[in-house]
């Protein structure tokens, strides 16, 4: 699994605060993605990072921000929550070698926003 | 921005049947992923493709990369209650920032 911890794995939170969300990994991988699943619309990328303080958006960014400061936490920021936002968030990590590339994912945050 | 298109949408099958399973890209794929996931689970890394025509093998599913690099299929020979799941088909978009995107999975149901 490539040393991914997502916290937390669930939280209830009230429309219009905010919430961060964290991946943390342990081996230094360069890139890390935030997803979001819903049912019928697979996984959307919310934003990725290529580096640290190196950060791009997704497909579904709007309301949401992220920062990595350093190699190891990739932080997702819902800067105040709607109904819309709730769903369960993945992170990945891609690990990139000689011929090979696989990508990790944690075992998902479950957010419900009230 | 690359978009991929899995088709079904779902699929159900009675054990011990074979099955198929497309991903279509919109643009060259540069690395082309096939995961799987259970139910309110993580997803489980199946295998990866670079190469046009490429083929891989993972137990009793056979994924392959056309030539043109634009579509990719996942075979699962003699399907078992335990091949249930999503199957999810990912797009790396080449260059230096990896952005890694999915297309929307395949809900796979195998009845016993």
């Known amino acids: 699994d490539a040393g991914i911890t997502q916290s937390p794995r669930h939280k209830v939170t009230e429309t219009g605060t905010p919430v961060t969300l964290r991946c943390h990994q342990t081996?230094?991988?360069?890139?890390m993605y935030w997803y979001r699943q819903d049912p019928g619309h697979g996984l959307r990328l919310i934003h990725y990072?290529?580096?640290?303080?190196?950060?791009d958006k997704g497909e579904v960014s709007d309301g949401y921000s992220v920062s990595r400061s350093k190699t190891e936490d990739f932080l997702l920021t819902l800067e105040s929550a709607t109904s819309s936002q709730t769903s369960v968030y993945f992170c990945?990590?891609?690990?990139?070698?000689?011929?090979?590339?696989?990508?990790?994912f944690g075992q998902g945050t479950r957010l419900t926003v009230v | 921005s690359q978009e991929l298109e899995q088709s079904p949408q779902s699929l159900i099958v009675q054990e011990g049947k074979n099955l198929t399973i497309n991903c279509t890209s919109s643009?060259?794929?540069?690395?082309l992923y096939w995961y799987k996931q259970k139910y309110g689970e993580g997803l489980i890394f199946l295998m990866m493709?670079?190469?046009?025509?490429e083929e891989k093998s993972h137990e009793k599913i056979t994924a392959k990369l056309d030539e043109k690099k634009q579509q990719s299929s996942l075979h699962i020979t003699a399907s078992q209650p335990s091949h249930a799941g999503i199957y999810l088909c990912?797009?790396?978009?080449?260059?230096?920032?990896?952005?890694?995107?999915f297309g929307k999975g395949t809900l796979l149901t195998v009845n016993p």
């Open positions: 990945a990590i891609s690990v990139r070698g000689p011929g090979n590339t696989e990508a990790f």
């Open positions: 081996e230094n991988h360069r890139y």
């Open positions: 990072s290529y580096g640290v303080k190196d950060t």
């Open positions: 643009k060259t794929l540069y690395g």
């Open positions: 493709l670079q190469k046009g025509g």
């Open positions: 990912g797009a790396d978009s080449g260059g230096s920032n990896y952005k890694l995107t």
